[in-house]
């Protein structure tokens, strides 16, 4: 009896011992800075501008698998970090959406221990970037699917840091024009390069910061005017919020 309660006993601390490992990082609230810029072939539709401040994304790995949320544009739209610019006249002056409505990842990733995990991921969901100029969220923007895929890693440093590298690609696509908005018969694809370093404050918890680069290529029908538009889109963000490890 005494074995059978010791072997139970020793199989519980494994899986407890087996379970630790990833992180949670939660970018809600979070904070990013940065840019996007739009070369378009339209020249009216090219702009710059700084990236949407505010954040909904949560970026995860426990075990095996890892999940990832962007709602980052739908954030923005509906925040007051937007509001400031819908009055503004100025062309220069744009609404910064740039990000989900509702996207995310699924992944498993493959390794022994707790140090070190790697594997695919499947992506897919409901985005939007402002690729008519527009000072007004729901006006000119672009809302599109996408779906795609790519790899993680993941890597324990010791006790205190954690990070991952993300890397994937994407197509777009949406044949009919939203409310609102002139674009229409879209098609497109992207890449994306994530990083992710989280350090350990106190306990379990800490921050976590995320590099990301994108670059996302479309063409489409704009307005009436019978030529096709292409315009590139370009994005780099520096990403801060909380993090949990597991």
């Known amino acids: 009896m005494k074995k059978k309660l010791l072997t139970l006993l020793l199989a519980l601390i494994g899986l407890g011992v087996y379970s630790q490992v990833g992180f949670n990082c939660q970018f809600v609230p979070g904070a990013q800075f940065g840019f996007v810029k739009i070369k378009s072939t339209n020249t009216k539709l090219s702009n710059s501008h700084g990236a949407g401040f505010p954040l909904f994304m949560i970026d995860r790995i426990k075990t095996k698998w890892y999940t990832h949320l962007d709602m980052n544009g739908l954030y923005y739209s509906v925040t007051q970090f937007n509001k400031s610019n819908r009055s503004k006249v100025d062309s220069s002056k744009v609404a910064k959406t740039e990000g989900g409505m509702f996207a995310g990842r699924l992944g498993y990733g493959f390794g022994k221990g707790e140090d070190f995990r790697v594997g695919p991921n499947v992506n897919v969901g409901y985005m939007m970037s402002n690729l008519g100029s527009s000072i007004k969220t729901f006006d000119g923007i672009a809302n599109y699917w996408n779906i795609g895929g790519g790899v993680f890693a993941y890597k324990k440093i010791n006790g ?22 002139q674009i229409k018969n879209l098609r497109g694809s992207g890449i994306y390069l994530e990083g992710t370093v989280a350090y350990n404050f106190y306990q379990k918890y800490g921050l976590a910061v995320m590099p990301a680069f994108y670059s996302k290529k479309f063409t489409f ?3 009436n005017e019978t030529a ?19």
């Open 160 to 181: 205190k840091i954690r990070t991952m590298a993300k890397f994937g690609y994407e197509k777009y696509s949406n044949k009919t024009a939203t409310a609102n908005s």
């Open 221 to 223: 029908n704009y307005g």
């Open 228 to 246: 096709v538009t292409e315009s590139k889109l370009k994005s780099f963000v520096l990403r801060i919020g909380f993090t949990k490890f597991f």
